[in-house]
């Protein structure tokens, strides 16, 4: 289960609607071990595509050597799909690495009424992919 | 040469767990040769055909090694080399 604050997801559901048509990115990182969403941090998509998305990788490098000299870990890596359901697609689940992170995707397609709004969080580890709730609380 | 090597948490199986191992080497081909003699599997799962894999990033110190010359870019006694998979994905 995935336990993130409202104001998290908000940020998040927030830089998902900006960047539609294309896929928005980024990382909420927390204290090492502690599995608790903390501190948002969006990420330049590299690839600025509606089907695709890649942290730029001078900006990942960054990215990992703060986590590093932080002591925290990526406790969730999001990223939108915009004309589909938030579902790991083939090519997200091939490039999964970070077992213990939430994978949450977001659908902006209802921008294109294409469906509904989805906000859905996943474990992926060894090319399984496993949904799990999403509480969302006040605060921690 | 010494060549410190920064490992993911996805690649640490192959390192008991350790974050970075030392290894050494010219280029960064004969140096995950020489990690390859000492962590059976690793080198696999950054080169493939003798080419870096797409969606694996290496640095040499604070450089993605694609804009140096790739797997043969050339190392020097001291320097630190990261490891880091992309984090990448999309609809399809």
Redesign the interface.
């Known amino acids: 289960m995935l336990t993130i604050t409202q104001a998290l997801v908000d940020r998040i559901v927030a830089h998902a609607r900006k960047d539609h048509p294309d ?1 928005a ?1 980024g ?1 909420v990182a927390g204290p090492a071990g502690s599995d608790r969403p903390e501190r948002f941090i969006p ?1 330049l998509n590299a ?1 600025m ?7 730029d ?2 900006d ?2 960054k990215l ?1 050597r703060e986590l590093d000299d932080r002591d925290e870990d990526p406790v969730v ?1 999001y ?1 939108s ?4 359901e938030a579902y ?5 689940i091939s ?6 992170a939430h994978y949450v995707l977001v659908s902006t397609r209802d921008t294109d009424d294409l469906g509904d709004f989805q906000f859905r969080s996943f474990r992926i580890v060894d090319g399984e992919v496993t949904e799990e709730e999403v509480r969302v609380v006040d605060s921690y | 040469m010494a060549i410190e090597v920064r490992i993911p948490t996805i690649l640490r199986t192959y390192t008991d767990g350790q974050k970075a191992v030392e290894g050494s080497g010219n280029t960064l081909a004969e140096l995950f040769a020489d990690l390859e003699t000492r962590h059976a599997g690793i080198q696999a799962r950054i080169v493939d055909e003798g080419k870096l894999r797409r969606f694996v990033n290496v640095y040499l110190n604070d450089e993605d090694v694609r804009f140096i010359d790739g797997i043969d870019t050339k190392l020097s006694d001291g320097d630190t080399v990261t490891i880091l998979p992309a984090v990448a994905g999309g609809m399809r």
Request: glycine residues 6%.
């Open positions: 896929e990115c990382v990420m690839a595509s509606p089907t695709f998305y890649e942290f990788s001078g990942l490098l990992y890596i990223h799909h915009t004309a589909t790991p697609s083939r090519t997200d490039y999964a690495n970070e077992p213990g």
